[in-house]
């Protein structure tokens, strides 16, 4: 599973109260990067921790007044990658054609900047995971700027994952 990405989960007979959580596998029962509670439904999404890595899904339920694993399965996450696509040159103030594919996150953003910009700097953008393409508004101020896809993900936080260079005339 890529990092960053969203995991589709099914669980059948789950117990009343039961959790999905993502933690370390050493993490103790009480301990977790993720968790959604399951309110009687038989599947929900999570998102992946935004690092490579090995983790664990749980399922968990109180038990005592405590967090207690009743299963577990081993997760991978392999390193987040994404690409982006645009015109190279844009019209000032003019809509353009952007494409952000990447892990898709609930967070994740695709944006275009100043090449300056900070990592959280937001407009204008749009976000991947409701639809991979777009159509941006270019700035009225010709110059340079970036378009970048931007992944914000447990663990990792915000994190720039590709970066497109775009003229604006």
Same mark, same amino acid.
């Given at each position: 599973?890529?990092?960053?990405?969203?995991?589709?989960?099914?669980?059948?007979?789950?117990?009343?109260?039961?959790?999905?959580?993502?933690?370390?596998?050493?993490?103790?029962?009480?301990?977790?990067?993720?968790? $959604? &509670?399951?309110?009687?439904?038989?599947? !929900?999404?999570? @998102?992946?921790?935004?690092? =490579?890595?090995?983790? %664990?899904? /749980? +399922?968990?339920?109180?038990?005592?007044?405590?967090?207690?694993?009743?299963?577990?399965?081993?997760?991978?996450?392999?390193?987040?990658?994404?690409?982006?696509?645009?015109?190279?040159?844009?019209?000032?103030?003019?809509?353009?054609?952007?494409?952000?594919?990447?892990?898709?996150?609930?967070?994740?953003?695709?944006?275009? $900047? &100043?090449?300056?910009?900070?990592?959280? !700097?937001?407009? @204008?953008?749009?976000?991947? =995971?409701?639809?991979? %393409?777009? /159509? +941006?508004?270019?700035?009225?101020?010709?110059?340079?700027?970036?378009?970048?896809?931007?992944?914000?993900?447990?663990?990792?936080?915000?994190?720039?994952?590709?970066?497109?260079?775009?003229?604006?005339?």
């Amino acid at each position: 599973v890529m990092a960053g990405s969203m995991l589709s989960v099914m669980v059948s007979r789950a117990p009343d109260g039961a959790r999905l959580a993502v933690a370390r596998p050493t993490d103790p029962p009480h301990s977790a990067i993720v968790v $959604v &509670e399951l309110g009687g439904r038989s599947s !929900a999404s999570l @998102p992946v921790p935004g690092e =490579a890595g090995d983790f %664990e899904l /749980r +399922l968990t339920q109180d038990q005592g007044g405590a967090p207690a694993i009743l299963l577990r399965q081993p997760l991978a996450t392999t390193p987040a990658e994404a690409t982006l696509a645009a015109p190279d040159r844009v019209a000032r103030g003019r809509d353009f054609p952007a494409r952000g594919i990447g892990p898709n996150g609930i967070h994740d953003r695709v944006v275009l $900047v &100043e090449p300056d910009a900070p990592a959280e !700097a937001l407009e @204008p953008s749009f976000f991947p =995971a409701e639809n991979v %393409e777009a /159509r +941006l508004e270019a700035p009225d101020k010709p110059g340079r700027y970036e378009l970048r896809y931007l992944m914000n993900a447990p663990v990792s936080g915000l994190r720039i994952l590709a970066r497109r260079p775009v003229t604006v005339e």
